[in-house]
């Protein structure tokens, strides 16, 4: 069982996982600075819009104008942090599919640019047989 673990942890997929998923938690913590610290306070600023303190509390001992304060007296509904995660996914989302897409046009214009590799030469039985007709089609 040992060996076998080891060579599932020595395939170049497994490596190959490892290393996007640890890009990937680095990555989801840049879009996520992108959203929170840029895009979301000039959309406030536009608007007049801070979501990060959209909420509604749902007792009524629940009477902050924060969020952080608001959670201490009681449960809520912060639907304002839901807004900033979904738009955190969305731009994840475009982000890694321009990447996909840059990458398959990438190998798609390599693709087209890559020589043709010369012909195969054929069996030696079908090299033979026309070697006779040649030779039928002189006499």
Same mark, same amino acid.
């Given at each position: 069982?040992?060996?076998?673990?080891?060579? @599932?942890?020595?395939?170049?997929?497994?490596?190959?996982?490892?290393?996007?998923?640890?890009?990937?938690?680095?990555?989801?913590?840049?879009?996520?600075?992108?959203?929170?610290?840029?895009?979301?306070?000039?959309?406030?600023?536009?608007?007049?819009?801070?979501?990060?303190?959209?909420?509604?509390?749902?007792?009524?001992?629940?009477?902050?104008?924060?969020?952080?304060?608001?959670?201490?007296?009681?449960?809520?509904? /912060?639907?304002?942090? @839901?807004?900033?995660?979904?738009?955190?996914?969305?731009?994840?989302? @475009?982000?890694?599919?321009?990447?996909?897409?840059?990458?398959?046009?990438?190998?798609?214009?390599?693709?087209?640019?890559?020589?043709?590799?010369? /012909?195969?030469?054929?069996?030696?039985?079908?090299?033979?047989?026309?070697?006779?007709?040649?030779?039928? /089609?002189?006499?």
């Amino acid at each position: 069982m040992l060996r076998e673990f080891q060579e @599932f942890i020595s395939r170049g997929n497994v490596m190959d996982l490892a290393v996007g998923v640890i890009i990937g938690a680095a990555f989801g913590r840049i879009v996520d600075s992108l959203v929170s610290d840029i895009i979301m306070p000039f959309i406030g600023a536009l608007g007049g819009v801070d979501f990060s303190n959209y909420f509604i509390g749902l007792s009524s001992a629940v009477n902050a104008t924060n969020l952080a304060d608001a959670r201490k007296q009681g449960a809520v509904f /912060a639907y304002g942090n @839901f807004i900033t995660v979904l738009l955190n996914f969305i731009i994840l989302a @475009f982000i890694i599919f321009l990447m996909v897409k840059a990458v398959n046009d990438l190998r798609q214009r390599l693709e087209r640019e890559k020589p043709a590799a010369p /012909a195969a030469p054929p069996p030696a039985d079908v090299a033979l047989l026309t070697e006779i007709r040649d030779l039928l /089609a002189r006499k």
